[in-house]
């Protein structure tokens, strides 16, 4: 609470999300959930850190949350995990109102 962030654990705190759950599962495959769920965050925020599975989504994410308004996202993919580590660079998209900006973040260099 006193820095202003959040983990929601889309299956538990978003309603649609915990319904198909189930299916997700028995696919075993990944689905078009793996891109709707961050933009269909019940907070409403208008900040994000949003991983995505391939390098190839970043732009698809990135676009689709510079239309949906964010104040500031950052879209990551690191390698071949849909978040941060340190144990690599990571592609990254910042997106902001002005558009999007693509670039390597590279934990070894900070």
Do not use: C, Q
Not at 17 to 23: C, G, I, R
Not at 58 to 63: A, S, T, V
């Amino acid at each position: 609470n006193t820095v202003g962030m959040a983990f929601m654990y889309a299956p538990r705190y978003h309603p649609a999300m915990k319904a198909v759950v189930p299916v997700r599962k028995a696919l075993k495959v990944r689905t078009a959930f793996n891109i709707l769920g961050p933009m269909l965050n019940p907070a409403g925020a208008k900040t994000a850190l949003v991983g995505v599975y391939a390098p190839e989504a970043i732009p698809l994410m990135g676009e689709a949350l510079l239309k949906l308004g964010m104040k500031r996202a950052l879209v990551v993919h690191s390698l071949g995990l849909d978040e941060l580590t340190p144990m690599g660079p990571a592609d990254v998209m910042e997106v902001t109102p002005e558009g999007t900006k693509r670039y390597v973040f590279d934990p070894s260099e900070v």
